[in-house]
């Protein structure tokens, strides 16, 4: 099968389209035939191995030890090994394979029926399907387990048109929130498009200085320092650290948080990590097929152009979501 292969850590320049063995599944795996995949955040991190302690993480301390990158997938299962009970061949699927020994940039992988992969969503095509899990459930979580949005919350999202910024509008909506996107100027008319009430040119004006107040901030772009709080959310309100800063920034929001809920009732935490799992992508499909979420798509390359893929994913500020397909 044809696959895309880092040996070493580094830029783009180390992925590699080459032909390796087609995985056969074990007695409890899933072999899929992937017809989409798209690139992450994590992807780029772990192309890069930034921040360093990603290396000493179990990734491989001097070169990769899962060589065939890729996070998010969608599929067709094309053969289960004798222990499965939760799919069958013809099953299309999607989800996370990062559990898994290879990765989502390849024609085919073979997962453990237990980890984060669920039935696709009947309305969605692969492309749209593979653009979820990962974005999709940081959304998620960071807003229904971090910050417990409610119905008519006035909720504040900076960085609204990557990819966890778009389903994190489009989630919002659907918990009945009013929802502010913060966003470039070439930006606004796709935040617009997927739901926003409102939506700021962070070219145009510091969001830091907005006069409304809010019930929830998701902070993807990581760039509201702990002292802003105070100024933009409203009593009880909670802010939650999505997005990677530097880790000055995190510290502050670990530290000063803490000051902010005993002074003036307010939450300021970290998302930490997302766990993407079967239930949080059912959840995520049925919003799907209800019309709630239809992921918005930037740019599609052919699986041999991922490395270009991951170049525009790092240097173009990519809007959406970023997809491979076979």
């Known amino acids: 099968m044809k696959a ?50 990603i290396r000493i993480m179990g990734m491989g301390l001097l070169r990769p030890k899962k060589q065939i990158p890729g996070v998010d997938m969608a599929g067709v299962v094309e053969a289960v090994g004798s222990d499965v009970k939760r799919f069958k061949p ?14 989502a940039f390849a024609e085919y992988v073979s997962v453990p029926e237990d980890i984060a992969i669920t039935i696709k969503p009947k309305n969605m095509t692969f492309e749209q399907a593979a653009s979820v899990p990962v974005a999709g459930i940081t959304a998620l979580q960071a807003l229904r387990d971090r910050a417990q949005i409610k119905a008519g919350d006035k909720v504040l999202i900076n960085g609204a048109s990557g990819g966890v910024g778009t389903f994190a509008v489009m989630l919002a909506k659907a918990f009945g929130a009013n ?3 913060v966003c470039s ?19 145009k004006q510091d969001v830091t200085k907005l006069h409304e107040r809010y019930n929830v901030i998701l902070d993807i772009a990581a760039n ?41 009732g307010l939450h300021v935490k970290m998302l930490g990590n997302s766990h993407t799992n079967p239930k949080d992508l059912d959840i995520l499909r049925e919003l799907m097929e209800a019309g709630k979420i ?10 041999e152009k991922t490395a270009d893929a991951l170049r525009y994913f790092e240097n173009e500020h990519a809007r959406a979501k970023i997809d491979n397909v076979q």
């Open 4 to 53: 895309i292969l880092a040996t070493q850590y580094g830029s783009p320049d180390v992925l590699h389209l080459m032909n390796v063995e087609k995985p056969t599944p074990k007695s409890n795996e899933v072999l899929i035939h992937i017809r989409a995949s798209s690139v992450n955040s994590a992807d780029h991190r772990l192309m890069r191995a930034t921040p360093a302690w």
């Open 90 to 103: 013809g099953d299309e699927v999607y989800g996370d394979v990062l559990e898994a020994a290879t990765g």
């Open 179 to 181: 929802v502010t996107g």
């Open 185 to 203: 100027t070439k930006n606004l008319d796709l935040v617009r498009s997927i739901g926003a009430d409102h939506v700021v040119d962070y070219r």
């Open 224 to 264: 509201i320092k702990a002292g802003d709080y105070q100024r933009l959310l409203a009593p009880g309100g909670r802010g939650v650290l999505v997005g990677f800063s530097k880790m000055s920034h995190m510290a502050g929001i670990m530290m000063k948080g803490k000051k902010l809920l005993k002074r003036y």
């Open 294 to 303: 239809t992921p918005a798509i930037d740019k599609t390359y052919p699986l």
